[in-house]
DNA sequence: AATGGCGCTGAAAACCTTTACATCCATGCT
DNA sequence: AGCATGGATGTAAAGGTTTTCAGCGCCATT
């Protein structure tokens, strides 16, 4: 059937310990022997058999990569940048999707874990405790989800976020609302992180030539919500405690102003499903928030509201500017074209392969850029 | 380190032939014995050792998929159909990724070969002689593309583009584009094929209450070219030969008609990069055709044209109607929302599967649906 | 000249499972 | 009662590789 070692041996007249040797360890090998046996073997067309190695090593030269969801065009360049880093280390990826079924992942990540040498898991929306715990069975980096006791690839948000705004700032806006992803979502989480660090950080104060912080929201639009706590690191004023409902409420960001030249309001949208349907659900309640401009929790999400606010005969950018996260490619195919806040996709999906091969704890945090197009503008323009 | 099939024979007290028979042959083995080793496995939390078990059946329970680019929205589905089935049949499957290289094909397939029990190949772009060749080797089903020799999926474009030119027809389009995709394309050699058995057919005649048999097209828009020659089964008359600079190229399509209630004049556009930017290369073009209705090889390629439509200030479906191909879930999202021609992605990736596990010789055929959105409306709106 | 060491190679064990064959026992038949 | 039959179970080989250990020849050292 197929060529074997023993083949390989008789063929070189050699015994197929050396025929091994040859070809993973050459150091061990007289020369003349090695080039002679790698010229049989190239000649016969040998491939070791890796289930036969695999037997031995107990490693198997594969890969597992778990997404939530293929469809979401985010997730295709993550895979494409595992697969080009694992197939230069001539490893094969074993590739599963999880449906957005959280309660799929563990099972999922142990069954492909007696076939692979570890597994890279992308954006799990499994708890943090189950999580720590499949990590401690199997060797796993995370990617854009980061946990004590796990490798982990992750871009900088707080950065993005910072660019983001700016760019919104610097057109005028003022008056910014933010529609938040699920709930469960970890880069949803980091996100109202970034935009709360940012609208306070002196940072971005300096960045944008302007002093960022907030006051109580326009209480003719809501009256009786948003009253400002002003205390606390996190002024998680107002929340919505119910997941789903998504009252729109409006949240003043306090802190000591360096300047009064510019205040930003900030407004957070309840969670919405990261789909274009959210996006779509979303968008009459942003529009009666009258903010200027909106981030959406992804690209997806925004162009959600994109394909709302056009049905509308609302104008983007003129009547209202909107931002997304992530730059999948629709983002750069639709009218307007869609600013957003651009992750690493395949650099990351490479990075968590490096991370696997070459075991090490760390979280590698990856640049985010943000790509201006066409649907942020000026304010009331 | 993991319990073996030793441990369990051991722990039940029987011999391991006894312990691989209760659980692969439960009907070789004693009812008694065979519960009692089968609760000790579980208990002991017992999973074969796929390798092992692989080197010696010869089986591996994988399968190898490969697609040309996962960034065509186009193929998750199919991806996601083919998961589903093989994770029914307890088999995990290895992805790879071409980057739209045919020549890369064809050494993936084989380096797959060997750890895996079959693999589908997903729209291969590789010559028909290699093709059948590796079909020769090992075990694989064709998605897509359909050559003597292997089994394969395919879809009913012919039926599919009866449903489209009978829409665009009763919305009295007479002059309709289609805008070709790679020439080394199955599909859209196949649609082609289609379109022009459509036009002649007396079926569409029937379907459409008019004929659909064309003339030599407008000699003002394009001197010189598209001479007819009204012979041949297949009227390819002026088909640029040079692939890439695609002159745009009238074709008309002769034929019986049964009646001259209508005639459709098919103009044939040379092809284009199956991708976004493709269609946008094209949409001037188009214009220039003064066609009132449009089909794009796929759907990427229609929203390229419906974003250069909209840059210009064309209006759609008003100035002219766009039809797609494949049905992208983009299409649902993009303003207007995107007419097509729904090719079954899941259950094309589950049947796939069902023929490699299965095998059999034959070319399953899959049923297409026009999905009718907004982008297209009546000619001369 | 003898011994130690070193570089190179070969023999064989080990990895875990499946399966062909052998063994054993009980049952039923003559 | 003895023997054939057949069902249940055990034994051992096989599958292809890596790796450990031993062996062999040769060079350098004493």
């Known amino acids: 059937m197929a060529v074997t070692i023993k083949d390989v041996a008789d063929a070189a007249g050699v015994s197929v310990a050396t025929v091994t040797r040859a070809l993973s360890q050459p150091d061990k090998v007289r020369p003349a022997t090695r080039e002679r046996v790698r010229a049989v073997a190239s000649d016969l067309g040998y491939h070791p058999n890796r289930a036969a190695r695999g037997l031995i090593t107990g490693r198997t030269g594969n890969l597992g990569l778990i997404v939530p969801d293929l469809a979401n065009p985010f997730f295709p360049g993550i895979v494409k940048g595992v697969q080009a880093r694992a197939h230069e280390a001539d490893h094969a990826v074993f590739l599963a999707d999880t449906d957005e079924n959280p309660a799929a992942e563990a099972g999922l990540v142990r069954r492909l874990a007696k076939q692979v040498d570890g597994v890279v898991l992308c954006s799990p929306r499994m708890p943090e405790t189950e999580l720590r715990a499949l990590a401690a069975e199997i060797p796993m980096v995370l990617v854009y989800r980061r946990i004590p006791g796990a490798p982990s690839v992750t871009a900088g948000f707080l950065d993005g976020m910072r660019q983001a705004v700016s760019h919104l700032v610097a057109l005028g806006h003022r008056r910014i609302a933010y529609v938040a992803g699920p709930r469960t979502s970890w880069a949803n989480r980091e996100r109202v992180r970034s935009l709360r660090g940012v609208t306070r950080s002196s940072a971005f104060s300096r960045s944008s030539a302007s002093a960022g912080i907030g006051r109580p929201m326009n209480e003719g639009a809501f009256p009786g919500i948003g009253r400002p706590t002003n205390e606390g690191t996190s002024p998680r004023i107002g929340r919505p405690t119910s997941e789903g409902v998504s009252v729109d409420v409006g949240v003043s960001t306090t802190g000591g102003a360096r300047d009064e030249v510019a205040e930003i309001e900030l407004i957070e949208m309840g969670s919405v499903m990261p789909q274009f349907e959210g996006g779509v659900a979303a968008a009459d309640r942003i529009l009666a928030t009258r903010a200027t401009a909106v ?67 760390v979280n590698q945090q990856l640049p985010t850029q943000l790509i201006v197009r066409a649907s942020t503008g000026p304010a009331g323009g």
């Open 295 to 361: 981030i959406a929790y992804n690209d997806l999400v925004a162009l959600g509201l994109l394909h709302r606010f056009a049905a509308r005969g609302i104008a983007v950018p003129e009547d209202i500017s909107v931002l997304g996260f992530d730059d999948i490619p629709l983002g750069a195919m639709v009218h307007p074209a869609l600013t957003t806040v651009a992750l690493p996709k395949g650099p990351a999906g490479r990075a968590a392969v490096d991370l696997l091969l070459t075991p090490q704890m």
